[in-house]
């Protein structure tokens, strides 16, 4: 059972599946674009390079000859794993799962055009006058992404015509990789968002975590907890929506898959990503038997995983750095959040900051049926604590 996995990306998502997949007795190679991130600090071995360079990306292939690929990010020169599934190397989910979620362009239309799951409605815009005609069509207020990015770079409520420009300029900075391209939504007037880990396996069903809430701010994610409030009705057509889309992408691992809720128009499909979710670190917290790091290595190694069950409920919330340096980070506090009871303190070790960079995150926990919005003040207080200088 002992495997080599390289791992495409590195930052604290992957740090936490490193350490699952070394307590199986794996040995991983962490990558990434810079050195001493923090997948790096407990893998094997490491490689720093550029990911988008696609000759750069097979010479570390080459060099390693890993039985899976495990990408962890979304810039990564995606087509080429093609060629390593040819080679007879497992890549997680699986090649064509990368491909589509990696470009938001690939994934919304084979849920909304493919499969008819519900979305908000959508145009694409490769220039800045693609983006007016666009937005004539969907009305303001409305949402402008760039078709690859992650953790909320480069997306903009925009409520008027006047903002369009800033949300193109804005967009374009944001995206990862080469391609300059924006989707534009309708803004959905939902009551509140759900991320639904979805695990999929090679031998076995596939499985659902309890719903966990999340609160984003400029799209990026500010704090989660577990279980979110959910109507049986709502949490059916996510589920049914969420084994339709990870089966049609194929492959084993777990999936981040987010949904809109709206008490007036039901579930909307929103985004999906192909491993862990940053949302899903309140799974740290002990909310399950297995943490959402623990499902997706067990499915990716082909371990069984008897069920997921819920343990407790639980809470994140994300300590974000103030600054922006090229020194390594310090940080104030932290004796008064061990002190606190119920309570986890995670420190990513990452080398450097810049402004609103997620350097950490507290964890609270409470046994099942208390006061969920008392935890979570609970939790960020806990992370308003902790300062990074």
Same mark, same amino acid.
């Given at each position: 059972m002992t495997k080599k996995i390289l791992l495409l990306g590195s930052g604290e998502l992957g740090k936490e599946f490193v350490i699952a997949a070394q307590r199986k007795g794996q040995h991983v190679v962490a990558c990434d674009s810079y050195a001493g991130a923090p997948a790096m600090q #407990?893998?094997?071995?490491?490689? #720093?390079?550029?990911?988008l360079d696609g000759d750069a990306l097979m010479a570390a292939v080459e060099k390693h000859k890993p039985d899976l690929i495990v990408p962890e990010i979304e810039a990564i020169r995606t087509e080429r794993l093609y060629d390593c599934e040819k080679m007879g190397i497992q890549v997680v989910p699986s090649a064509r799962a990368v491909n589509f979620t990696m470009n938001r362009k690939a994934i919304r239309d084979l849920a909304a055009k493919e499969l008819g799951l =519900?979305?908000? =409605?959508?145009?694409?815009a490769k220039s800045y006058e693609e983006l007016v005609e666009a937005s004539k069509e969907i009305g303001f207020p409305c949402v402008v992404k760039p078709l690859m990015s992650s953790s909320g770079k480069g997306q903009s409520l925009v409520k008027t015509a006047d903002d369009l420009r800033h949300?193109?300029?804005?967009g374009c900075e944001g995206s990862r990789g080469d391609i300059k391209?924006?989707?534009?939504?309708? +803004?959905?007037? +939902?009551?509140?968002?759900?991320?639904?880990l979805t695990v999929t396996q090679k031998n076995g069903p596939t499985l659902f975590c309890p719903p966990i809430g999340h609160i984003q701010k400029g799209g990026d994610y500010q704090e989660s907890f577990q279980p979110a409030p959910i109507s049986d009705e709502h949490l059916k057509a996510a589920q049914e929506m969420a084994a339709k889309v990870t089966e049609a992408?194929?492959?084993?691992?777990?999936?981040?898959?987010?949904?809109?809720?709206?008490? =007036?128009d039901g579930v909307y499909f929103s985004e999906l990503s192909p491993r862990p979710h940053d949302t899903g670190m309140v799974t740290l917290a002990g909310t399950q038997?297995?943490?959402? +790091?623990e499902?997706?290595?067990?499915? #990716?190694l082909g371990l069984p995983i008897p069920g997921v069950t819920l343990e407790r409920m639980g809470a994140s919330a994300v300590i974000p750095s103030p600054i922006a340096s090229q020194e390594r980070p310090r940080y104030r506090g932290e004796e008064e959040v061990c002190a606190m009871d119920n309570t986890y303190l995670r420190i990513f070790g990452k080398p450097t900051t810049r402004l609103k960079r997620r350097m950490g995150v507290t964890l609270c926990y409470a046994p099942l049926g208390s006061d969920l919005d008392a935890l979570r003040d609970k939790c960020k207080a806990a992370a308003a604590k902790v300062e990074v200088y």
């Open positions: #407990v893998a094997d071995e490491c490689e #720093v390079f550029d990911m =519900k979305t908000a =409605k959508y145009f694409y949300a193109w300029d804005y391209e924006m989707i534009i939504e309708e +803004f959905i007037n +939902f009551d509140s968002e759900i991320t639904l992408l194929t492959g084993a691992g777990i999936w981040g898959v987010e949904f809109f809720l709206s008490n =007036k038997n297995l943490s959402e +790091f499902l997706h290595c067990r499915a #990716v």
